[in-house]
């Protein structure tokens, strides 16, 4: 069977030994010169469950979204800039659970999520049930920059979409006959429990490491299939589902929304970080199995630290994910989907 990983080496997931502080950032020469990682959902999916043919188009498309991010840090822009604009081409990529593509709800209808946070100045932007625009990052992005306030829902959040100049999309965009058919399995099934995880997901979201140190975070989604009008998952949640501070780390989520808001993943991680000292991958490691996943949740997260470090870690089957970084001018790439992550047993 075609194995998936692209790169000569596959990425090190290297613990940096220390955590940065505001008085303690880190050297240049400590960090990479760039790195960038991203998800397109995590599930219960094996090699077995995707064609030869979606397998290849799932890794077209993760590929030329990471491409667009490597070019874009490798020209100098900014994190913040970095991640929207790659969640935006992920949006319009109907593969994925986002924009196009997004899942219908009990309704019939599109509830788009997105969130994104600047670790540079700790701010975010974040909407909830947002209906009829093309690129809910975007409208994210401007609830950051444009607005007192951080988080926008339901009407409130197409109302300030507008008055933004936000682009506008017909229902019918987001339609895809993927999900279409998901949601008719989903109604057929309804009452029943449970209706298999696998059926109801996805996700997209993007962390980047820029040349000048500053992290950010990006997330968008539809949510779950067959979710109730008004439900709200984990993805536009800041400390849940995306989190951004140059000081430990970005984190994009991606899994059971409701336990991902239960245990406050991204947050969690940071918090372990910042006030406990671990590493990036302990920190993913310890609040993706022994917090969310010890209460029964499943999912994963894309992050990466402040040296440049990139952890991919999830305790679902597979997760669609790619990441890049740049050390001393020498790119390593990876593309992968499938699982298990293999944690390490922990030192006694
Ligand atoms: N976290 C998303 C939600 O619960 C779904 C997913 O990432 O698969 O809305």
Redesign the pocket.
Known sequence: MRHFLLSALVLGVIAAGCTPSPSNPPSASARADWAIAIHG??GHFGEEDLSPDMQEAYTASLESALQLGEDLLQQGSSAVDVVEQVVRILEDDSLF?AGRGAVFTSEGTHEL?ASIADGASRNCGAITGLQGFRHPISVARAVMDSSEHVFFSGHGAGVFAASQGAEAAPSTWFDTQKAYERYRRAAAREGEDPVPLEEK???VGCVALDAEGNLAAATS?G??TYKRHGRI???PVIGA?TWADNRTCAVS?????EY?IRTGVTQDIHGRMLHGGQSLTSACEATIFDEMGALGGD?GVVSVDAFGNVALVYNSAGMFRASARAMQGRVTRDVAMFGPYERPMPCK
């Open positions: 959902g995590a659970n999520d997901r996805g996700t989604t949510g779950m998952g984990d993805s589902g989520a991606t899994g059971w929304g991902f999912g």
